[in-house]
């Protein structure tokens, strides 16, 4: 008999998106599994939804985070994962899609090989209904669970979403998510998987879509969201980092993307929370003297807004210790 795949889906107010979720799953040709949307306080009809699919197919169920766990994804995950008994476990969030064969094509690769412990598919993007047919995984050159760790610490995501893997269920047993974490959740579930030695399979086909919504808002609350975030991120797995010269080196391209993208460009409206950023970031041990240099330089420049001056030479030398960092 087939083994039972367990598909745990977070929701929070998706009832416009999630129908052509349940749609992909419930058309799925390999047919022995059961769905468990763990809803985070929607506002919306998103019970009213599950329940018409569970009234067709007992294979749905719905679960409400219990208000003793913190509000967020993860919490959502850990608990449909409490909740299921599937032997093989595949978390999708409530706006993304699979194909016909998604389960069908890992669980044969499952069956041949009894020593694996995940598979990894390609994932396209799914943008305002058009499924994409580029891949988006970025995968090393010769992929090891330490490479994709390597990547995931660079920020290069070999993929971008729980959704491009099926996990042996022991694999999530003993790598639970983190719940205290509102961003970063995949890449924190991620690393924490493979600083270990798995076994798994790269499964070369499209057979699921990650959506992305046109014109969605930073605003002020995302920023300081992944502000506080990556603080939180940043001390729980600076230790580990410190440890390896080549986790040293992967984790600075990573800083340098949010240095670029969140801190310099927020500096001003968000000074305390980037200033206990900055400071935690120079005193860890990550950089060697001279980039911390130039990071400090990088910061004067940008608290003094001479980066903008374009003719005084703040532009160029901003320019030049951005690209000296990048590269060290």
């Known amino acids: 008999m087939n083994s039972l795949v367990s598909i745990i889906i977070p929701s929070y107010n998706r009832v416009d998106l999630i129908r052509e979720t349940l749609d992909s ?10 769905c468990l949307v763990v809803d985070d306080g929607s506002t919306d009809n998103t019970e ?13 169920k719905f679960f409400k985070r219990p208000v003793s766990k913190p509000k967020g994804a993860n919490a959502c995950r850990n608990f449909g994962f409490e909740n299921s008994n599937g032997t093989y476990v595949l978390f999708i969030d409530s706006d993304d899609v ?7 094509n890992r669980m044969d690769l499952f069956q041949t ?6 598979v990894i598919a390609s994932t396209a993007l799914l943008y ?5 047919l580029k891949v988006l995984n970025r995968d090393p050159l010769f992929p090891s669970t330490k490479a994709y760790y390597l990547s995931f610490l660079k920020y290069e995501l070999p993929w971008t979403s729980t959704l491009s893997v099926l996990w042996q269920r022991e694999v999530v047993n003993s790598n639970p998510f983190d719940e205290q974490l509102l961003r970063f959740q995949d890449i924190d579930f991620h690393l924490s998987v493979l600083k270990n030695e798995y076994v798994f399979e790269r499964l070369s086909v499209i057979d699921n879509y990650y959506r992305v919504v046109p014109n969605k808002i930073h605003n002020k609350s995302h920023i300081l969201s992944v502000l ?12 580990e980092i410190l440890s390896k010269k080549e986790n040293k080196q992967a984790f600075r391209n990573f800083i340098y993307y949010f240095l670029e993208n969140y801190i310099f460009p927020n500096y001003h409206s968000f000074r305390r929370e980037i200033k206990n950023l900055l400071s935690r970031i ?16 990088q910061e004067f420049l940008v608290k003094t807004k001479f980066h903008k001056m374009k003719y005084i030479g703040m532009y160029r030398l901003n320019k030049v210790i951005k690209k000296t960092l990048k590269n060290s």
């Open 98 to 104: 699979i194909t016909a064969c998604c389960l069908k």
């Open 25 to 34: 799953i419930k058309q799925q040709t390999y047919t022995n599994w059961e």
């Open 48 to 60: 009213e939804l599950i329940q018409s699919y569970i009234k067709e197919d007992k294979r749905f």
């Open 113 to 118: 090989n009894k020593d694996l412990d995940f």
């Open 128 to 132: 305002k209904g058009d499924f994409s």
């Open 228 to 239: 506080d975030n990556l603080l939180l991120f940043f001390d729980k797995h600076i230790s």
């Open 282 to 297: 120079y005193k860890s041990g990550l950089y060697s003297q001279k980039q911390l240099f130039l990071i400090k330089a």
